[in-house]
């Protein structure tokens, strides 16, 4: 008989609960998926006598996670305590150096050290996966290392998300304000402890440098993600986008250009019509492209006991059944060194300035556009009683580049109020 694959489990909030609670309950069904049986040998926590909804009493209970990653009785090690650096990464380092297989849920610990770990499992002969740690329950990783392996990627988009894209949903459909939508995650208990890691758009750009290192082949390149948070979003501009037929998404793209990788993480309009626009509250969406599939959407919950314990089990069912695949899609080695894309691909943007209502007033910002070879596609004033008109402007394609130097050249036009909003208009 097959011998039962023992997993010790570091970590037990939800998702730990979870797993525990999908060995338990669908005994039968893993082990007719994977050959043979999940078992639990040991868990270990940071508060043994919380109680999780789920009976720990036959596991072995380690305070340290170091500890339960070299025990004798595990096979796998599965690290869902969380964060980039102390016990998850002393205890995953540990697992890898004993020869023991690692699933984690953990972005920031890959997004900062994946190189180092994926090499240091292929050093060992263990395999370190990680389907957990992006998107919750879509199997992004498995979509992209396995399914479609036989394609040039050419563009990885998504949603990666949830609390932002509840956010800003709630913005668009309530009319609440920023801090309004805020307050209400927070109350739902959406919110990260730190919660700059969700508004900030760092979890977001923590799952998109993986996925761009599985889908060009580079090594994961946190710091080369240029980041923006959704904080300075505006109920006026998501209005006002509405209006043109846009929404507002805290969109990760990221592609291999001819100046090198470009990631981005940053509040971008998308057309309301499009998958991404209609991709409303607490849920995830990844869209990839690849020269032989064309474009992939998918879908689904990105955080959340059942979602993520589901990704965390099909890394582990994989174990099961001998399948061995570089954590990155390929041997860590070869994996070529990041040349981030210093400027992102020309794009139309979307200005939102207050101008002076004086005579010549949109004639100076017109030409400050032109003299920075910034062209107009559209543009619209809205009527109004005070001293300042709001002026919207889209632009046609344009690079970053020239719309600073038109941005900044406004101010010394003295007809524009305050500072410009200006948003990228993400193709998609
Ligand atoms: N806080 C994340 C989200 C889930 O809101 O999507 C964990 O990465």
Redesign the pocket.
């Given at each position: 008989m097959t011998k039962p694959l023992r997993l010790g489990i570091a970590g037990l909030g939800t998702v730990g609960a979870g797993v525990v609670k999908i060995v338990r309950q669908k005994a039968a069904l893993l082990e007719a998926r994977g050959g043979r049986s999940i078992t639990i040998s040991a868990v270990s926590a940071r508060n043994r006598a919380k109680d999780r909804g789920v009976s720990l009493d036959s596991y072995d209970w380690e305070d340290d996670p170091v500890a339960l990653a070299q025990r004798d009785d595990i096979d796998v090690f599965v690290e869902l305590v969380g964060g980039s650096d102390g016990p998850a990464k002393a205890a995953t380092e540990a697992a890898l150096r004993a020869g023991k297989d690692v699933v984690t849920a953990n972005?920031a610990l890959l997004a900062h050290h994946g190189q180092d770990l994926a090499i240091a499992a292929e050093a060992a002969g263990a395999v370190l996966r990680f389907e957990a740690a992006v998107a919750?329950g879509i199997p992004v990783v498995k979509a992209l290392t396995e399914g479609l392996a036989g394609n040039d990627i050419t563009r990885v988009m998504g949603v990666?998300?949830?609390?932002?894209n509840y956010i800003l949903t709630r913005m668009e459909t309530a009319g609440l304000t920023y801090d309004e939508a805020f307050a209400e995650a927070d109350g739902l208990g959406?919110l990260?402890a730190d919660p700059n890691?969700?508004v900030g758009g760092i979890?977001a750009g923590h799952?998109l440098s993986l996925l761009a290192s599985i889908a060009f082949g580079t090594q994961v390149a946190f710091d080369a993600v240029e980041l923006e948070g959704i904080g300075r979003v505006s109920i006026e501009d998501i209005r006002q986008a509405a209006d043109m037929g846009y929404k507002v998404k805290l969109l990760g793209v990221c592609q291999m250009t001819g100046r090198g990788l470009e990631q981005r993480m940053s509040p971008c309009l998308v057309p309301a019509t499009s998958p991404l626009g209609q991709l409303d509250g607490?849920t995830?969406m990844i869209v990839i492209e690849g020269d032989q599939v064309g474009q992939i959407v998918m879908r689904g919950a990105?955080?959340g006991e059942g979602p993520t314990a589901s990704a965390v089990m099909g890394d582990v069912l994989d174990i099961a059944r001998g399948t061995r695949i570089s954590t990155f899609g390929q041997p860590a080695a070869g994996l070529e060194m990041t040349k981030p894309a210093q400027t992102a691909t020309p794009a139309p943007y979307y200005l939102r300035l207050a101008l002076l209502d004086k005579p010549g007033a949109l004639a100076k910002v017109a030409a400050v556009l032109g003299d920075a070879g910034v062209s107009i596609n559209r543009m619209r004033q809205r009527s109004h009683d005070q001293n300042t008109a709001p002026v919207l402007i889209v632009t046609h394609k344009t690079t970053r580049a020239a719309l600073d130097e038109a941005l900044a050249a406004m101010v010394g036009t003295n007809v524009v109020e305050g500072e410009p909003v200006a948003l990228r208009i993400e193709q998609v």
């Open positions: 972005k919750g990666m998300n949830g609390t932002c959406y990260e890691l969700d979890d799952k607490g995830n990105g955080a």
